[in-house]
């Protein structure tokens, strides 16, 4: 089993609208997560990290259940801009584990 | 502040030669990584050096992937010989200090590496 799984998406939303998606981890001992962003062809780019039970940054939340191991993203109020694929990462000990990422489009 | 650097940015070569990419971190940052991104999947960790010793290499396939960071400061990763599956982006990233809460993980934009 992976130790990190995401839904590959795409998910194909109108600007302005709310979408959420989750990442599940294997890991119970991970100690903390990050969501990343990744442009078609550039490199991750750290969006959040997530060490409690979640983290909120403008327009973008995410939330930790550690019962369920699950982490999840919460983008309002869309923008094109917004168009990526969000990696999730867990972290324990000093390794990082990347999930396949989510891909958003976000359409006019 | 400058990123973290990695040349060359494009590479095709033939199966069965050899490449090799370079890294620069960030100054002062004593985390280097290296990863392996194929199409579609998310990052895989080559190996980690802590200044210039190695953290993690589980999962760097010896027979044919090498890597140094002489110097502690920047590092290279070499394959030979290169087989058609090892087509995808090479990431260099830093970090301050590892992984722990604060130590943020910087990414160069890749090396992309296609054998044909």
């Known amino acids: 089993r992976k130790e990190v799984e995401q839904d590959p998406g795409p998910f194909n939303v109108p600007e302005g609208a709310t979408v959420a998606f989750n990442c599940t981890y294997s890991?119970?001992?991970?100690?903390?997560f990050f969501w990343y962003r990744q442009d078609c062809r550039k490199e991750p780019k750290l969006l959040m990290s997530?060490?409690?039970s979640g983290n909120e940054d403008g327009r973008f939340t995410a939330q930790l259940n550690r019962a369920s191991q699950y982490i999840s993203l919460l983008i309002r109020d869309s923008k094109l801009s917004d168009s990526a694929t969000y990696l999730c990462?867990?972290?324990?000990?000093?390794?990082?584990?990347f999930g396949a990422g989510t891909t958003v489009t976000v359409r006019a | 502040e400058a990123g973290v650097a990695q040349s060359p940015r494009y590479k095709i070569i033939e199966k069965r030669q050899s490449v090799a990419f370079w890294c620069n971190p960030i100054?002062?940052?004593?985390?280097l990584y290296w990863y392996q991104q194929i199409l579609g999947q998310g990052p895989k960790l080559l190996i980690q050096?802590?200044?210039?010793?190695?953290?993690?290499d589980s999962q760097l396939p010896k027979d044919r992937f090498s890597a140094e960071r002489l110097k502690g400061v920047d590092s290279t990763l070499k394959i030979q010989p290169a087989k058609l599956e090892d087509s995808a982006v090479y990431l260099c990233?830093?970090?301050?200090?590892?992984?722990?809460?604060?130590?943020?993980?910087?990414f160069g934009e890749g090396s992309w590496l296609t054998v044909v």
């Open positions: 890991n119970s001992a991970s100690q903390s």
């Open positions: 997530v060490y409690s």
């Open positions: 990462v867990s972290i324990n000990d000093y390794k990082l584990s």
């Open positions: 050096f802590q200044n210039n010793g190695v953290v993690d």
């Open positions: 100054s002062g940052h004593a985390t």
């Open positions: 990233a830093s970090s301050l200090d590892g992984t722990g809460p604060g130590n943020t993980i910087y």
